[in-house]
T-cell receptor, first 117, second 114 residues
Framework: ETGVTQTPRHLVMGMTNKKSLKCEQH?????MYWYKQSAKKPLELMFV???????ENNSVPSRFSPECPNSSHLFLHLHTLQPEDSALYLC????????????????FGPGTRLTVT | LAKTTQPISMDSYEGQEVNITCSHN???????ITWYQQFPSQGPRFIIQ???TKVTNEVASLFIPADRKSSTLSLPRVSLSDTAVYYC???????????????FGSGTQLTVLP
Protein backbone atom coordinates (compact mmCIF):
# COMPACT_ATOMS: atom_id res chain seq x y z
CA GLU A 1 0.00 0.00 0.00
CA THR A 2 1.68 3.17 -1.23
CA GLY A 3 -0.98 5.71 -0.32
CA VAL A 4 -1.96 6.13 -3.96
CA THR A 5 -5.11 4.42 -5.17
CA GLN A 6 -6.39 4.02 -8.69
CA THR A 7 -9.79 2.99 -9.99
CA PRO A 8 -10.78 1.01 -11.86
CA ARG A 9 -8.00 -1.58 -11.80
CA HIS A 10 -9.15 -3.03 -15.12
CA LEU A 11 -11.10 -1.39 -17.92
CA VAL A 12 -12.24 -2.64 -21.30
CA MET A 13 -13.71 -0.04 -23.60
CA GLY A 14 -14.69 0.32 -27.21
CA MET A 15 -13.18 2.96 -29.46
CA THR A 16 -16.33 5.09 -29.31
CA ASN A 17 -16.69 5.01 -25.54
CA LYS A 18 -15.90 7.75 -23.04
CA LYS A 19 -14.43 6.71 -19.72
CA SER A 20 -12.38 8.22 -16.92
CA LEU A 21 -9.56 6.91 -14.78
CA LYS A 22 -9.34 8.11 -11.21
CA CYS A 23 -6.35 8.53 -8.95
CA GLU A 24 -6.34 9.59 -5.32
CA GLN A 25 -3.38 10.15 -3.02
CA HIS A 26 -3.51 10.26 0.76
CA UNK A 27 0.05 11.48 1.28
CA UNK A 28 -0.38 15.23 1.35
CA UNK A 29 1.62 15.59 -1.84
CA UNK A 30 1.37 18.53 -4.22
CA UNK A 31 2.49 16.93 -7.47
CA MET A 32 0.67 14.21 -9.37
CA TYR A 33 1.54 12.36 -12.57
CA TRP A 34 0.05 10.14 -15.24
CA TYR A 35 2.25 7.53 -16.92
CA LYS A 36 1.58 5.07 -19.70
CA GLN A 37 3.31 1.71 -19.76
CA SER A 38 2.93 -0.34 -22.91
CA ALA A 39 4.25 -3.84 -23.29
CA LYS A 40 8.02 -3.94 -23.76
CA LYS A 41 8.33 -0.14 -23.71
CA PRO A 42 9.72 2.29 -21.12
CA LEU A 43 7.39 4.16 -18.84
CA GLU A 44 6.12 7.19 -20.69
CA LEU A 45 5.28 10.30 -18.75
CA MET A 46 2.03 11.81 -19.98
CA PHE A 47 1.09 14.66 -17.68
CA VAL A 48 2.37 16.41 -14.56
CA UNK A 49 0.49 18.60 -12.14
CA UNK A 50 2.58 20.59 -9.67
CA UNK A 51 0.66 22.76 -7.21
CA UNK A 52 -2.31 22.54 -9.59
CA UNK A 53 -0.30 23.77 -12.57
CA UNK A 54 -0.21 21.38 -15.48
CA UNK A 55 2.94 20.56 -17.40
CA GLU A 56 1.87 18.67 -20.47
CA ASN A 57 3.87 16.36 -22.64
CA ASN A 58 3.15 17.63 -26.11
CA SER A 59 3.26 14.19 -27.67
CA VAL A 60 0.14 13.06 -25.82
CA PRO A 61 -2.87 12.84 -28.19
CA SER A 62 -5.84 15.03 -27.38
CA ARG A 63 -8.03 11.97 -26.83
CA PHE A 64 -6.39 11.90 -23.39
CA SER A 65 -7.52 14.76 -21.17
CA PRO A 66 -6.27 15.18 -17.59
CA GLU A 67 -8.08 16.93 -14.78
CA CYS A 68 -6.74 17.84 -11.35
CA PRO A 69 -9.54 19.38 -9.26
CA ASN A 70 -7.41 19.44 -6.10
CA SER A 71 -4.04 18.23 -4.88
CA SER A 72 -5.43 14.84 -3.83
CA HIS A 73 -7.29 13.82 -6.96
CA LEU A 74 -6.29 13.30 -10.56
CA PHE A 75 -8.41 12.11 -13.44
CA LEU A 76 -7.63 10.96 -16.95
CA HIS A 77 -10.57 11.34 -19.30
CA LEU A 78 -10.55 9.03 -22.28
CA HIS A 79 -12.52 9.36 -25.51
CA THR A 80 -12.33 7.80 -28.97
CA LEU A 81 -9.29 5.76 -28.06
CA GLN A 82 -7.40 3.50 -30.43
CA PRO A 83 -6.36 -0.12 -29.87
CA GLU A 84 -2.73 1.01 -29.55
CA ASP A 85 -3.76 2.94 -26.43
CA SER A 86 -4.17 -0.34 -24.60
CA ALA A 87 -1.65 -0.24 -21.78
CA LEU A 88 -1.13 0.02 -18.04
CA TYR A 89 -1.84 3.57 -16.89
CA LEU A 90 -0.04 4.53 -13.73
CA CYS A 91 -0.63 7.44 -11.43
CA UNK A 92 2.03 8.77 -9.10
CA UNK A 93 2.47 11.58 -6.62
CA UNK A 94 5.36 13.37 -4.96
CA UNK A 95 5.92 16.28 -2.61
CA UNK A 96 6.43 18.71 -5.47
CA UNK A 97 8.60 21.25 -3.68
CA UNK A 98 10.95 22.93 -6.11
CA UNK A 99 14.57 22.15 -5.39
CA UNK A 100 13.83 19.60 -2.70
CA UNK A 101 15.45 16.19 -3.24
CA UNK A 102 12.47 14.51 -1.65
CA UNK A 103 10.30 15.85 -4.43
CA UNK A 104 11.76 13.27 -6.77
CA UNK A 105 10.52 10.30 -4.76
CA UNK A 106 7.37 9.34 -6.51
CA UNK A 107 4.78 7.04 -5.03
CA PHE A 108 2.98 4.99 -7.65
CA GLY A 109 -0.49 3.53 -7.60
CA PRO A 110 -1.21 -0.03 -8.75
CA GLY A 111 -2.29 1.11 -12.19
CA THR A 112 -5.30 0.65 -14.42
CA ARG A 113 -5.00 -2.04 -17.07
CA LEU A 114 -6.82 -0.58 -20.09
CA THR A 115 -7.88 -2.60 -23.09
CA VAL A 116 -9.34 -0.83 -26.11
CA THR A 117 -11.34 -3.08 -28.42
CA LEU B 1 17.19 15.62 -22.56
CA ALA B 2 19.12 13.22 -20.39
CA LYS B 3 18.51 9.78 -21.86
CA THR B 4 19.56 6.71 -19.96
CA THR B 5 20.97 3.39 -21.06
CA GLN B 6 20.80 0.21 -19.00
CA PRO B 7 21.44 -3.47 -19.71
CA ILE B 8 18.24 -5.16 -20.82
CA SER B 9 18.63 -8.09 -18.46
CA MET B 10 20.85 -9.61 -15.80
CA ASP B 11 20.88 -12.94 -14.01
CA SER B 12 22.22 -13.57 -10.54
CA TYR B 13 22.08 -16.17 -7.80
CA GLU B 14 20.69 -15.86 -4.32
CA GLY B 15 23.12 -14.32 -1.84
CA GLN B 16 25.22 -12.57 -4.46
CA GLU B 17 25.76 -8.84 -4.79
CA VAL B 18 24.27 -7.35 -7.95
CA ASN B 19 25.47 -4.18 -9.62
CA ILE B 20 23.37 -2.53 -12.31
CA THR B 21 24.92 0.37 -14.20
CA CYS B 22 23.05 3.16 -15.93
CA SER B 23 24.63 5.53 -18.43
CA HIS B 24 23.38 9.13 -18.63
CA ASN B 25 25.94 11.08 -20.62
CA UNK B 26 23.79 14.18 -21.01
CA UNK B 27 22.87 14.60 -17.35
CA UNK B 28 22.23 18.23 -16.44
CA UNK B 29 23.55 20.11 -13.44
CA UNK B 30 20.20 20.09 -11.66
CA UNK B 31 19.37 16.45 -12.37
CA UNK B 32 19.11 13.87 -9.63
CA ILE B 33 19.50 10.14 -10.24
CA THR B 34 16.76 7.92 -8.92
CA TRP B 35 16.26 4.17 -9.09
CA TYR B 36 12.95 2.35 -8.98
CA GLN B 37 11.93 -1.29 -8.73
CA GLN B 38 8.88 -2.69 -10.47
CA PHE B 39 7.17 -6.06 -10.09
CA PRO B 40 4.72 -7.32 -12.74
CA SER B 41 1.35 -5.55 -12.76
CA GLN B 42 2.43 -3.12 -10.05
CA GLY B 43 3.59 0.47 -10.06
CA PRO B 44 7.31 1.21 -9.63
CA ARG B 45 8.63 1.56 -6.11
CA PHE B 46 11.35 4.03 -5.06
CA ILE B 47 14.65 2.42 -4.09
CA ILE B 48 17.27 5.12 -3.77
CA GLN B 49 18.24 8.56 -4.99
CA UNK B 50 21.48 10.51 -5.23
CA UNK B 51 23.24 13.48 -6.76
CA UNK B 52 26.92 12.59 -6.44
CA THR B 53 29.37 10.23 -4.68
CA LYS B 54 27.77 7.42 -2.70
CA VAL B 55 24.40 6.99 -1.09
CA THR B 56 23.38 4.02 1.04
CA ASN B 57 20.09 3.03 2.63
CA GLU B 58 18.71 -0.15 4.14
CA VAL B 59 17.94 -1.60 0.73
CA ALA B 60 20.73 -0.59 -1.66
CA SER B 61 23.74 1.58 -2.40
CA LEU B 62 24.13 4.04 -5.24
CA PHE B 63 27.55 4.90 -6.61
CA ILE B 64 27.95 8.03 -8.75
CA PRO B 65 31.35 8.99 -10.19
CA ALA B 66 32.58 12.56 -10.23
CA ASP B 67 31.51 13.21 -13.82
CA ARG B 68 27.99 11.90 -13.04
CA LYS B 69 27.68 10.38 -16.49
CA SER B 70 26.81 7.02 -15.05
CA SER B 71 25.54 5.49 -11.83
CA THR B 72 25.58 2.01 -10.35
CA LEU B 73 22.87 0.50 -8.22
CA SER B 74 24.24 -2.12 -5.86
CA LEU B 75 21.95 -4.69 -4.27
CA PRO B 76 23.67 -6.69 -1.51
CA ARG B 77 22.88 -10.39 -1.09
CA VAL B 78 19.90 -10.62 -3.42
CA SER B 79 17.04 -13.04 -2.85
CA LEU B 80 14.44 -14.54 -5.16
CA SER B 81 12.04 -11.74 -4.25
CA ASP B 82 14.42 -9.19 -5.77
CA THR B 83 13.50 -10.49 -9.24
CA ALA B 84 12.02 -7.41 -10.88
CA VAL B 85 12.65 -4.65 -13.40
CA TYR B 86 14.95 -1.88 -12.18
CA TYR B 87 14.66 1.59 -13.69
CA CYS B 88 17.19 4.37 -13.70
CA UNK B 89 15.59 7.81 -13.74
CA UNK B 90 17.36 11.08 -14.40
CA UNK B 91 15.56 14.34 -14.26
CA UNK B 92 14.40 17.44 -12.57
CA UNK B 93 10.71 17.81 -13.23
CA UNK B 94 9.81 20.40 -10.73
CA UNK B 95 12.27 23.24 -11.23
CA UNK B 96 12.52 22.65 -14.98
CA UNK B 97 8.76 22.93 -15.33
CA UNK B 98 8.81 20.55 -18.25
CA UNK B 99 7.60 16.99 -18.41
CA UNK B 100 10.21 16.33 -21.07
CA UNK B 101 12.96 16.50 -18.49
CA UNK B 102 11.82 13.28 -16.83
CA UNK B 103 13.22 10.19 -18.50
CA PHE B 104 12.81 6.62 -17.42
CA GLY B 105 15.31 4.18 -18.85
CA SER B 106 14.23 1.00 -20.59
CA GLY B 107 14.80 -0.87 -17.38
CA THR B 108 16.88 -3.89 -16.46
CA GLN B 109 15.13 -7.20 -15.86
CA LEU B 110 16.97 -8.79 -12.94
CA THR B 111 16.34 -12.48 -12.47
CA VAL B 112 17.59 -14.05 -9.26
CA LEU B 113 18.08 -17.78 -9.52
CA PRO B 114 18.09 -20.26 -6.62
Amino acid sequence: ETGVTQTPRHLVMGMTNKKSLKCEQHLGHNAMYWYKQSAKKPLELMFVYNFKEQTENNSVPSRFSPECPNSSHLFLHLHTLQPEDSALYLCASSQGNSGSPSSYEQYFGPGTRLTVT
Amino acid sequence: LAKTTQPISMDSYEGQEVNITCSHNNIATNDYITWYQQFPSQGPRFIIQGYKTKVTNEVASLFIPADRKSSTLSLPRVSLSDTAVYYCLVGDIISSGSARQLTFGSGTQLTVLP
